[in-house]
């Protein structure tokens, strides 16, 4: 680093000084924190994506600025990779120093010896940032802040995509790094045209059984970016009605009552959703638009829903993937299928799932590691419950694909095997591949519905749920707790498991676990078992236990 680049940065970062008593952690997503003290840590990530896409030849990286689920006052911030994926868990311990540092001697200090060791060729080769942002009125000073932050790394280019989803910005850093056109309108492009594509390859018999009303989707954009993002693409698509609520735009508060955090955790009726809607198709998007979960509103409601969470998506993109390829590769030479799992993941739908015959594999929370795993397969499908989650198709599998249906659209026009393979190239192209989307993983279901000639209710009964229960336990140290992998089991304190296994073996169909969160400061627990009672009272055992062992107090308000 030269002396003009120290210059620069010791300058800006005088405009940005950390908070006092702020501690950041990138943890499982990005830095998170109310708005009001983001800022310099914004201005920070700024350098980090600068650097980053340095590091990576001038490839174009991604800072997003996010609304996901959490109140409205809460703010996040995050960077999207040069392929479209989450940043790099081997920087994560860098944006963290990045963050906390307090002076901007120190700050300097830091970046200059993480470019050396590195060899990030800072001042010989240019950045690029691509920018999004949420439509919080704070997004406009955060932005701000975080282009001062790219602007001090020496010869930034950025470009300023506006309000967006965060899929939509990592859509748009993956296709700009393949040489492909990456703009707003070419998403939305890509994902009407290969929806259209899709549709025109259902059935007909199938097809033909939803009338009217079955056509009719009812949207809870939680208030955030992704109702109105909907709205803007919705005229390009046929065959479907959809009426978007909570769009934000009447007043609504972000996530307050509303959106796929609120209607998964709490399972009831989110707000602008009422008994005029019993046995309506409804989705709920979350704040960001990267998480979706179904449900609908069953006659004797009282204020419940049947949820139709993550899991339940992935049985029905998984039962549909394995009826195309069983029509064009018998013996699964070509398509290793596989899905990924945590340990939220329904034990009924994992019984489901390996019921159908596929492989099964388990990581632990957090999309990056979901992601990961299911690249490792030619179709990996990921989801957790609370509706992260796509379909990632390997670039060997879409290749052979390709040659496939260019050979079959000459010797075997009209074949069932040329629709099943025209309808995975569709695929590939309508869900995202960079990250889990909630308008492209809509846009699938709504499709794969109209193509089996489901209603929501026969969706629902693939397999039925086993009631769960989740608790969060504030802790003096979560950190006390080290699980295994798959987080299915705790290594530590000594005995604890011991103790929770003693618990679950008193319940029919129990299964329990505990972990720390990676977003808040508690230790998270999960139960489940036949009935809902005793799902409910696993749970509160062990919560006792995580009380006992780690001398804490249960949050009173349970979610
Ligand atoms: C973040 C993760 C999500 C995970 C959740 C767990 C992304 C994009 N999001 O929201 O995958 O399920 O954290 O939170 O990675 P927890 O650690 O507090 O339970
Ligand atoms: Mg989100």
Request: hydrophobic letters at 40%.
């Given at each position: ?197 899709l549709m025109?390859l259902i059935p007909s018999g199938s097809g033909s059984k939803f009338d009217?009303?079955q056509r ?23 065959n479907l ?40 198709r ?12 179904y ?13 139709l969470?993550?899991?339940k998506i992935?049985s029905l993109f998984a039962l549909f993937i394995k009826e195309q390829?069983s029509v ?28 159908l ?62 629709k099943a393979?025209?309808r995975?190239?569709?695929m ?15 846009l699938l279901v709504e499709v794969i519905l109209q193509h089996m000639g489901w209603s929501i209710q026969k969706w629902n009964e693939l ?97």
């Open positions: 680093m030269d002396e003009h680049q120290v210059a620069s940065l010791l300058k800006t970062s005088e405009l940005f000084p950390l908070p006092k008593g702020v501690k950041l952690s990138y943890g499982t997503a990005g830095f998170r924190a109310d708005a009001t003290v983001l800022e310099s840590t914004v201005y920070r990530v700024g350098i980090l994506a600068a650097v980053r896409s340095i590091k990576l030849q001038s490839s174009a990286v991604g800072l997003m600025i996010t609304a996901s689920h959490n109140k409205v006052s809460d703010n996040g911030v995050k960077v999207a990779d040069s392929d479209g994926g989450m940043l790099s868990q081997d920087w994560e311990p860098f944006a963290d120093h990045l963050a906390n540092v307090s002076s901007s001697q120190d700050l300097v200090s830091l970046i200059r010896d993480f470019v050396e060791k590195e060899k990030v060729p800072v001042g010989e080769k240019f950045a690029e940032v691509w920018l999004g942002r949420d439509t919080r009125p704070s997004g406009d000073l955060l932005l701000q802040a975080a282009k001062e932050g790219v602007a001090s790394i020496t010869g930034s280019v950025m470009f300023d995509m506006g309000i967006l989803t965060t899929p939509q910005l990592h859509w748009m850093v993956r296709a700009r790094n393949k040489g492909l056109n990456a703009t707003q309108n070419d998403y939305f492009e890509q994902l009407s045209s290969s929806f259209r594509c025109e009217g009303s009719k989707l009812l949207v809870d954009g939680a208030n955030g970016v992704g109702g109105q993002k909907l709205e803007d693409l919705k005229g390009s698509l046929n009605v959809i009426e978007i609520r909570n769009t934000g735009k009447d007043g609504g508060v972000l996530n307050e009552g509303v959106g796929a955090d609120f209607v998964q955790k709490e399972k009831v009726v989110p707000s602008g959703f009422g008994s005029m809607d019993v046995g309506m409804c989705v709920s998007l979350d704040g960001d638009a990267d998480r979706l979960v449900f609908f509103i069953p006659s004797d409601s009282t204020g419940n829903i049947e949820l969470d993550g899991d992935l390829l064009i590769d018998t013996e699964r030479k070509y398509s290793r299928l596989g899905v990924v799992q945590t340990a939220y993941a329904n034990g009924a739908s994992t019984n489901y799932l390996k019921n015959g596929l492989d099964v594999v388990f990581t632990k929370t957090g999309v990056k590691h979901l992601h990961e795993k299911a690249a490792q397969f030619d179709i990996g499908i990921y989801f957790e419950a609370n509706g992260h989650g796509t379909i990632l198709f390997s670039e060997t599998l879409l290749s052979w694909l390709e040659s496939k249906q260019k050979d079959l659209a000459t010797t075997a026009k009209g074949s069932e095997e040329l393979v025209s995975l190239v569709a590939s192209k309508l869900i995202n591949q960079a990250i889990g989307d909630a308008l492209s993983g809509l397999y039925k749920d086993l009631p769960s229960r989740q608790l969060k336990v504030k802790v003096p140290d979560r950190t006390a707790i080290v699980t295994t992998e798959e987080e299915t089991e705790a290594l530590k304190p000594p005995g604890v498991q011991e103790a929770i296994n003693t618990e679950i073996a008193k319940y029919p169909q129990g299964r329990a676990f505990i972990r720390p969160s990676g977003t808040e400061d508690v230790v998270r627990v999960y139960a489940e078992a036949s009935t809902q009672e005793k799902a409910d009272n696993l749970a509160k055992s062990v919560a006792q236990l995580v009380e006992r062992f780690l001398g804490s107090k249960i949050v009173p308000s349970e979610s």
